[in-house]
Nanobody
Framework: VQLQASGGGLVQAGGSLRLSCAAS????????VAWFRQTPGKEREFVGG??????????RYADSVKGRFTISRDNAVNTMYLQMNSLKPEDTATYYC?????????????????WGQGTLVTVSS
């Protein structure tokens, strides 16, 4: 199984970026997917997640990104996305995608079995 995250870069505050996460040998339609972020010296932080059980789990977001970030997925091409709008300097981090068969969207990184390699997002003020 491989998750490939991409789309990071440098953006000014107030701008937007869209991160992508493509999966190989894993079917997103039967996996809960999530985004985490991490800055040096800090623990990995939950950003948001989307359960494969859409009937019991609505997307969940951290309070710090609610209303600005949106997770979506295209199961036909086995890719998930993180649309980030109104970016702030404090959003600067390496962003990781993750996946797991659990139907519940957990905020703990320990739950997720599969991880992408991370993509760096830098927001300048």
């Amino acid at each position: 199984v491989q998750l490939q995250a991409s789309g990071g870069g440098l953006v000014q505050a107030g701008g937007s970026l869209r991160l992508s996460c493509a999966a190989s040998y894993l079917t997103f339609s039967t996996n809960t997917v999530a985004w985490f972020r991490q800055t040096p010296g800090k623990e990995r932080e939950f950003v948001g997640g989307s359960s494969w059980r859409r009937d019991i789990n609505t997307p969940r977001y951290a309070d710090s990104v609610k209303g600005r970030f949106t997770i979506s997925r295209d199961n036909a091409v086995n890719t998930m996305y993180l649309q980030m709008n109104s970016l702030k300097p404090e959003d600067t981090a390496t962003y990781y995608c993750a996946a797991d068969r659990a139907a519940v969207i957990y905020a703990s990184s320990n739950v997720y079995k599969y991880w992408g390699q991370g993509t760096l997002v830098t927001v300048s003020s």
